[in-house]
């Protein structure tokens, strides 16, 4: 995919950069079985509707696409890369060979429509996208779609362009290091597949205009030292000689806020 960058006709496109979607799937016939209506509480308690997201709310309205589980094994052939209102990266859209049934599979960088998706624990050989268990894939590889064990789905590298790397393997664990330079062990069962996530521009792009956010459902946000000091704790001060906090009083900069039992 390559970037466009708009003529300054308007205040709006003059610094907007996007990235052409020509050769994404534009009718969406094929993907009726799998769109769910997404009902969505922007930023709001399901229970008794207070915020519990700050500067969330509006935006247009979206339709989920409910994505395979991707640990299942299975052969099928890539149909079209179409664009998904919910995340970053682009999916795929996927015939499986023995079922004859199509199912979406987030989709990795370099595929396009022919290619021959493979999902299983025994490979004599392995082609860039294609899904197997970490015991079967060299150290310094780098992977996406990454599950944290045999029986639960993924969850590391799955926004666009992102990868982790196989660090260092043993007989039963791999150490991985995660996009955000983390590593942790993480058993040889479990899958992922080769290659990095697709739509690898999409940090090079720009937005152009905060109008663009609100359709997003992103609220504008305001800095607390703007504020009054009934409002936030920052309020009514100069630029320095106070603790940097959240709107309740807790430090933000240079305190931990990771809890000890998830590190």
């Known amino acids: 995919m390559k970037l466009i960058k708009l003529k300054p006709n308007t205040a709006g496109t003059r ?8 050769l994404l799937l534009k009718k969406n016939f ?43 094994k299975n052969t099928s052939l890539v149909v079209a890369i179409a664009y998904d209102s919910n995340r970053t990266s ?16 987030l989709s990795s960088d370099l595929s396009f429509s022919g290619f021959i998706h493979s999902c299983n624990n025994k490979f004599k050989k392995l ?22 064990n045999t029986k639960t789905l993924s969850q590391f590298s799955r926004s666009a362009g992102t990868a982790c790397q196989i660090v260092q393997k043993t007989r039963l664990m791999s150490k991985i290091r995660l996009p955000s330079g983390k590593i942790i062990d993480v058993p040889d069962l479990s899958f992922a597949t080769l290659g990095n996530v697709s739509n690898i521009q999409n940090k090079l792009t720009c937005i152009g205009k905060a109008g663009k956010n609100r359709l997003r459902g992103i ?27 959240t709107p309740w009083g807790i430090p933000t900069k240079g305190v931990k806020t990771k809890k000890k039992k998830n590190e």
């Open 15 to 22: 610094h907007t950069i996007k990235i052409d979607k020509s």
């Open 30 to 72: 094929l993907f009726k079985s799998l769109i769910k209506f997404n009902h969505r509480f922007v930023g709001r308690s399901s229970n008794n509707g207070r915020i519990t997201i700050r500067h969330r709310g509006g935006g247009v309205k979206k339709k989920y696409i409910s994505l395979k589980n991707n640990n299942e």
């Open 90 to 105: 682009f999916i795929s859209l996927n015939f499986d060979l023995k079922t004859n049934s199509f199912f979406t599979l």
């Open 127 to 148: 082609n860039h996208g294609y899904r197997t268990i970490l015991r079967l894939i060299p150290a310094g590889s780098l992977i996406n779609n990454v599950s944290i």
């Open 219 to 245: 609220r504008p946000s305001v800095r607390g030292i703007a504020m009054n000091p009934v409002d936030h704790p920052h309020g009514g001060r100069t630029n320095s000689g106070f603790v940097y906090t």
